[in-house]
């Protein structure tokens, strides 16, 4: 990626220059993403951390209470980030979609990759060496996101 791809202009106002295959390949994890959400995935554990894992009862209660309403946070988040990937001018708020969707994308991703901050980078014939880059990927985007926010 040769220049900047996310430029605040105003205070509210983000140029967005992503080439449209990064933009199909986040679409497509967008809806990824979502399904390992709805479906509970081991995938998405990381989303949904456990809370009390002393006391399971503790732990259902918790869960009945926050599971809902953080599953229509993600998808919320998803929908407008979703709505948002052909836009070349996005709005403070598609931004902060764009952040928590960029996160919950690595997270799922990095739960399936089975990442470890203390793990090597992979080599080029490493079987999920594919989606380490992916991971990078969505790292990279999130950072200049949240860097240009915070200018």
């Known amino acids: ?57 503790m732990e259902m209660d918790f869960e009945k209470l926050t599971r809902k309403p953080l599953m229509n946070h993600h998808r919320e988040n998803l929908a407008l980030f979703e709505s948002s990937l052909s836009k070349s001018v996005l709005t403070q708020n598609e931004v902060l979609a764009w952040i928590g969707s960029l996160n919950d994308m690595r997270l799922v991703l990095g739960t399936a990759l089975d990442l470890d901050e203390d793990q090597p980078s992979p080599s080029e014939d490493d079987p999920n060496y594919e989606g380490y880059v992916i991971y990078d990927l969505l790292t990279y985007l999130q950072g200049v996101l949240i860097e240009e926010i915070q200018n």
């Open 1 to 57: 990626m040769a220049s900047r791809e996310i430029k605040k202009l105003s205070e509210d106002r983000y140029k967005l220059d992503l080439h449209p295959q990064i933009r199909q390949l986040l679409s497509d994890l967008k809806q990824t993403t979502l399904d390992h959400i709805e479906e509970g995935s081991p995938a998405a554990k990381r989303i949904y951390p456990i809370a009390y894992s002393g006391s399971a009862e």
